[in-house]
């Protein structure tokens, strides 16, 4: 009994020692590794940078202390609806916090149709957090009988559901070939394929009006929870390659500090393009993408299956097996790489062939390392939307001005 006992206690003594050394080691690491939060020195705008643009979002409210969740050389990020709004750092102070909680993503998003209070407590009017700005989109984690509750600053903030617009989400545009003269060649008849100049003043409108192009990665960014996204946001895309995108689209886009996206078939990718007869279609080639990929970025339509088979009545990505349909996918990815330095993990956005689609392709697409892809079913992109199944705006010839206004606010039946 005496050797069980002695043995016991230079257990019991170990086990001791053991427990406060790891009690004091996490206390210690918890005392050097402090969390913070900033503490503006008067009220402050909170904006997020788009393109290099500062576009206001929000007002944090002086001596009031707000989540930090990470900072930069001049900015402090301060937690904002699905990730985070920048501070400028002469405009407040760090100061100890207690561990934020995270919470929870928005799912869906509203407009806020005017500057509006932000509250800590939807049956307090008095006690509030700040403003956020019109013109944003706020996500909203849960609905409050008469509010809508969201991130402020790391906290629970709340607006009056009747002081918002619901989001009708974000336009993609789907254009394809343009042309000069379209009714005196042979794509007189082709809906595809829009005149130069409608093109040009639907691009005017957007400037004018102070739309921003976005890429697919700030649209998956926003999809997938990461980012916060202003009210006047559009994608602009073009499906298969054609010539015109370079030649007519291009400077009309650099002019205008646009950026787009142009999905290619792959397939028909050569070291150059061919002549340009505005009659035929040519394709650009690597030497094209290289010179342009300052405007564009450059995704993926295919490689060889932007065809129907003979007989079938949809096309190849619906008709070939899940095998076929992933090979053809890494095989563009694998040839579109060939223009940035055989980087193939850059290419993760795809355009269904002809928008056709089915689980099998889904899933293929998955495998393959896309994340986003698009249909040609009409409407707009809603943040809590099927990556795999996002709606476009086709532009067709027939479109007026009214049309394409109606489609980029996504009220276009």
Do not use: C
């Not at 013109?135 to 984690?141: A, E, H, L, S, T």
């Not at 009409?378 to 109606?406: C, W």
Request: no cysteine.
């Amino acid at each position: 009994m005496d050797i069980i006992y002695i043995n016991f206690k230079k257990f019991s003594f170990v086990f001791v020692v053991i427990f406060t050394l790891m009690f004091f080691s996490s206390h210690t690491e918890a005392e050097e590794s402090p969390t913070y939060a900033i503490k503006p020195f008067s009220n402050v705008g909170g904006f997020v940078y788009l393109n290099d643009e500062r576009i206001g979002f929000a007002t944090f409210m002086k001596s009031r202390t707000y989540q930090l969740v990470s900072e930069d050389e001049t900015s402090y990020h301060v937690a904002f609806g699905n990730g985070f709004v920048n501070v400028d750092k002469k405009s407040a102070g760090l100061v100890e916090s207690p561990q934020n909680h995270d919470l929870e993503k928005g799912s869906f998003t509203v407009i806020p149709k005017s500057r509006q209070i932000v509250l800590s407590h939807p049956k307090s009017k008095s006690a509030f957090l700040g403003y956020v700005n019109p013109g944003v989109r706020i996500p909203v984690i849960k609905e409050d009988k008469g509010y809508y509750e969201f991130n402020f600053g790391g906290t629970k903030g709340y607006i009056l559901k009747s002081n918002t617009n619901d989001d009708n989400g974000i336009p993609v545009l789907m254009y394809h070939h343009l042309m000069w003269d379209k009714a005196l060649s042979d794509h007189a008849n082709n809906n595809m394929t829009i005149e130069y100049m409608q093109f040009e003043e639907q691009m005017r409108y957007l400037k004018d009006n102070k739309w921003k192009t976005i890429s697919m990665q700030q649209l998956d960014d926003w999809l997938n929870l990461q980012n916060n996204m202003p009210e006047k946001v559009v994608a602009i895309t073009f499906d298969d390659g054609i010539t015109s995108t370079v030649d007519l689209a291009y400077p009309l886009l650099k002019d205008m500090n646009f950026r787009a996206t142009s999905f290619v078939i792959t397939g028909k990718i050569r070291q150059s393009a061919k002549y340009w007869i505005a009659s035929d279609l040519q394709y650009v080639g690597l030497k094209e993408i290289k010179a342009t990929a300052d405007i564009y970025d450059y995704q993926h339509h295919s490689n060889d299956m932007h065809l129907y088979k003979s007989g079938a009545k949809s096309g190849m990505f619906t008709t070939e097996s899940y095998e076929a349909i992933l090979e053809d996918i890494q095989n563009g990815s694998a040839q579109l790489g060939k223009a940035f330095s055989n980087d193939i993990v850059r290419t993760k956005y795809l355009a269904y062939p002809f928008g056709h689609y089915n689980q099998i392709t889904i899933q293929a697409a998955q495998d393959a390392g896309m994340r986003l892809a698009f249909t040609t079913v009409t409407g707009n992109v809603k943040l809590n939307d099927s990556p795999y199944e996002l709606k476009r705006q086709g532009i067709a010839p027939y479109h007026s001005m009214e049309d394409f206004i109606k489609k980029i606010e996504g009220t276009y039946k």
